[in-house]
């Protein structure tokens, strides 16, 4: 089956942490708290798995990102989808200076098993901020009702 894995630098811990050494009034005039307790809230790629007949279909949210922004990599029977954008514009425009810039940068990344495919076996496509990733389904091996006998040796 088709499961994805999440990885996260982020312990259970960490978070309980935070959340106690928080004041009662921290966050009201100043940004920053909330944006870091946004981002680890967001930093995940919302990914959809479906099951059809004969394959799975990965669908990941992937707005704002170019075909050309999109990498999927197989390896040791681990698919790797990563995505990753980031503007480069100059600190004024024709109005004056940013004093805040927000989603100038992002990326995402998720892993999944999926045991015994090649590459070629792989159909993926992007459309309107959707990644659409096809996956054949192995066959499965039949279990053989007998238990094998094995030799124990001298």
């Excluded at 909330?34 to 990941?60: N, R």
């Excluded at 029977?77 to 425009?93: C, Y």
């Excluded at 792989?122 to 039949?142: C, D, F, H, M, W």
Aim: hydrophobic share 30%; with cysteine.
């Amino acid at each position: 089956m088709l499961m994805p894995m999440i990885w996260s630098n982020n312990d259970i811990f960490d978070e309980m942490d935070n959340f106690f050494n928080r004041g009662l009034f921290d966050g009201l005039c100043d940004n920053t708290a909330s944006d870091k307790q946004f981002q680890s809230m967001t930093g995940l790629m919302k990914t959809d798995v479906i099951e059809k007949d004969d394959s799975y279909q990965l669908e990941a949210e992937l707005p704002g990102f170019n075909k050309e922004d999109i990498k999927i990599d197989l390896k040791n029977d681990v698919l790797t989808i990563s995505a990753s954008h980031s503007e480069n514009k100059d600190d004024k425009d024709n109005n004056g200076k940013y004093i805040r810039r927000e989603r100038r940068s992002s990326s995402f990344q998720r892993s999944f098993r999926v045991d015994g495919l090649k590459p070629e076996d792989i159909i993926a496509q992007y459309r309107n901020g959707v990644l659409t990733v096809s996956l054949p389904k192995k066959e499965a091996i039949p279990e053989k009702e007998e238990a094998a006998r094995i030799e124990v040796k001298d």
